[in-house]
């Protein structure tokens, strides 16, 4: 097979298989709090609740320890290799998903840090099964990437290969990845020092947070306001779908079309993002009641809660967090050409303990307190972004790049 058709093989086959993967695991994270009170509700044995896990808890233990295992990776590619490692961090994620069928608090716990990973009880077993099975698949899928043999030796050279050679690359590998990794953490900490991204870090800081909030906790929201009626549960997995579809459509535009879209600028599609869920925090406020993030409740907010205002609400939330992250992608991309590697280790380590700490409070303060900290942070977020971009556009006129082609 041609290097450029063998690309295209695993392209497709990497999609379809994170497709499944993620299918799954962002599913379960949408209505796992939901699934996990209800199942605690069941657990109750004469007066006393045999089961005390919480989906806040597990998802603040799964982005603390992907925060910190992301320094860690490099390693674990270079003794598994891209595809098995890839394979292996599937198996955890199936294996999270499995501990949902039976919930027990220690499994739930430790699938969480394995990962790194509402319906009535009677919906549960099925639920998770198909979960379980959908990421299994996708983790399937992985085995059947290909490998492309290395063309060592111009045409007409008597010899074949040069196993000592190889051998040698290979010998020298492990020693190489080291002194990598050694100088991709000392850059990350220069590079965190820096005064441009010490102030994006405060808009990397606040898309972990967002993520939290829609990722997990709006969901919870809609499926504890009983006012919803007795579909209120099925309103979880619709606001999931319409996430997911505002998430698809916001990387459209401004990822796939980014060259059009960042005609003038990126700030303009952050301040869009961040105009956005303002307006949507607000509809929230209005729409559910301020103990839904806790538990179920009967109440109502300002508004009587109404299922279209709070589907939409799942939109608005997915297509804002994708102007944050295709801009947070491509600034970093620009900026940091030449350190890209350790500049995106830091993205994705601040994002993830904002993500962390998130859901770790999200067990404890109710919705105004958590949308009232979501607003301060939407406001820093697009300021900062706005000082970095600007700084970044000043850089690239003198210079006579084109804007537009960055």
């Known amino acids: 097979m041609e290097l450029s058709s063998l690309k295209f093989y695993n392209v497709i086959v990497l999609g379809f298989a994170f497709m499944l993967m993620f299918t799954g695991f962002q599913t379960c994270g949408m209505v796992e709090q939901t ?27 799964i982005y603390v320890v992907f925060a910190f295992a992301n320094w860690l990776a490099p390693s674990v590619v270079s003794v598994l290799g891209n595809k098995f490692s890839m394979v292996a961090g599937g198996i955890t994620y199936t294996l999270y998903l499995s501990s949902f069928i039976k919930p027990i608090t220690a499994t739930l716990y430790i699938g969480s840090v394995l990962i790194g990973f509402g319906a009535a009880d009677k919906q549960r077993i099925p639920l998770y099964i198909g979960l ?31 196993p000592s050679e190889e051998e040698e690359e290979t010998s020298d590998e492990a020693a190489m990845l080291n002194d990598s990794l050694d100088v991709t953490h000392r850059l990350s900490w220069k590079l965190f020092l820096t005064r441009d991204m010490m102030i994006l870090s405060i808009t990397f800081f606040y898309t972990g947070l967002e993520l939290t909030f829609f990722s997990g906790v709006y969901s919870t929201c809609v499926g504890a306001t009983e006012r919803f009626g007795e579909d209120s549960d099925k309103l979880v997995g619709l606001t999931g779908i319409m996430i997911g579809v505002g998430e698809i459509l916001g990387g459209a535009l401004f990822g796939i079309f980014g060259k059009k879209t960042i005609r003038y600028g990126r700030d303009p599609i952050v301040l869009m993002g961040g105009a956005i869920h303002m307006v949507t925090f607000l509809l929230i406020f209005l729409n559910i009641p301020d103990l839904a993030p806790l538990n179920k409740t009967p109440d109502s907010a300002y508004i009587t809660p109404n299922t279209y205002l709070a589907v939409a609400c799942g939109f608005l939330l997915g297509f804002a ?28 380590f601040e994002q993830s303990l904002a993500a962390a700490i ?49």
Request: charged share 15%; glycine share 6%.
């Open 35 to 61: 699934v996990l009170k209800s199942y605690r509700n069941d657990s109750i044995v004469n007066g006393t609740v045999t089961y005390n896990g919480d989906g806040y808890t597990s998802l603040a233990i």
């Open 321 to 348: 967090d994708a102007c944050f992250n295709t801009q947070c992608y491509s600034i970093i991309g620009t900026s940091y050409p030449d350190n890209s590697a350790p500049a995106f280790a830091l993205f994705k």
């Open 132 to 162: 379980t099975s959908v990421c299994a698949l996708g983790t399937a899928l992985l085995l059947i990437l290909r490998s492309h043999p290395i063309q060592k030796l111009e045409v007409g050279d008597p010899e074949e290969d040069q």
């Open 358 to 406: 998130g859901f770790a409070y999200s067990s404890h303060l109710v919705l105004k307190w958590q949308l009232l900290i979501l607003v301060i942070f939407a406001v820093a977020g697009v300021v900062a972004f706005f000082v970095v971009e600007r700084k970044v556009r000043s850089r690239a006129e003198p210079s006579g790049s084109s804007y537009r082609n960055i």
